[in-house]
């Protein structure tokens, strides 16, 4: 199996532009997890889905912050208009079945705002 | 609600000697808990993880962890640090009812010196 795919690995981009970044779960999880990684707040759940469904976003940060997942093998978490705070790494997740199964990472997002 | 305190920042060890990362859990429901680990710039990857049974639980690279209740603990342990084994650790809980969520530790970053 890949492992949870995660694109781009890279993003540096501007204040004020709009940043999007991808997942590709593990084939056969259900559900999948955003979370961002700085230095000061450390790894921080922001939104998570089951079966496709939103079921928490309480920690989303912003209206800026806005997080899909269309179909099983797909989910994009979209940041317009960026800001310089929102640098961090951001990882994505997957899990298959209910309760205390295992979360596999993906490798990440280096966001970059300037 | 369910929390998660590692105890230690940052700890150092010399390579042989044991390593020993803490962990302590706060939880109204019988937890689920994990270890992960995080090498530079990269994802998470899990270590070992309590659900039920055997409250000594042993993971990969020869690390292992005991659940005790009575402490609401769940240190990390391994008897010989080796070079490789410098990483960031995550402690993490879950209820596995939320959908298997998780809440994670602040992290302890590990150093071996040689």
């Known amino acids: 199996d890949a492992g949870v795919i995660q694109s781009p690995r890279h993003e540096v981009t501007e204040m004020g532009q709009e940043v999007t970044l991808r997942c590709k779960p593990i084939?056969?999880?259900?559900?999948l997890f955003w979370y961002r990684q700085t230095m000061m707040r450390g790894l921080e759940l922001l939104i998570y889905f089951n079966n496709n469904v939103p079921i928490d976003d309480s920690g989303m940060p912003e209206d800026r912050f806005s997080a899909k997942m269309p179909n099983a093998s797909f989910s994009t978490l979209k940041i317009q208009p960026s800001e310089p705070r929102d640098s961090a790494v951001y990882f994505c997740?997957?899990?298959?079945?209910?309760?205390?199964?295992?979360?596999?990472f993906g490798p990440g997002t280096r966001l970059t705002v300037t | 609600a369910q929390s998660v305190t590692q105890l230690g920042s940052h700890v150092s060890v010399s390579e042989g000697a044991l390593v020993l990362l803490r962990c302590n859990y706060s939880s109204s429901v019988p937890p689920y808990l994990f270890w992960y680990v995080q090498y530079p710039n990269q994802g998470l990857q899990l270590l070992l993880k309590?659900?039920?049974?055997?409250?000594l639980v042993k993971g990969i690279n020869g690390f292992e962890a005991e659940f005790k209740k009575s402490e609401t603990s769940f240190h990390l342990t391994k008897p010989s640090a080796h070079m490789s084994d410098a990483a960031e650790y995550f402690c993490?809980?879950?209820?596995?009812?939320?959908?298997?969520?998780?809440?994670f530790g602040q992290g302890t970053e590990l150093s071996v010196k040689p």
């Open positions: 997740a997957s899990k298959q079945g209910q309760g205390a199964y295992e979360q596999y």
């Open positions: 084939s056969g999880h259900n559900s």
């Open positions: 993490a809980v879950s209820d596995g009812n939320q959908g298997g969520k998780l809440i």
């Open positions: 309590y659900t039920t049974g055997a409250t």
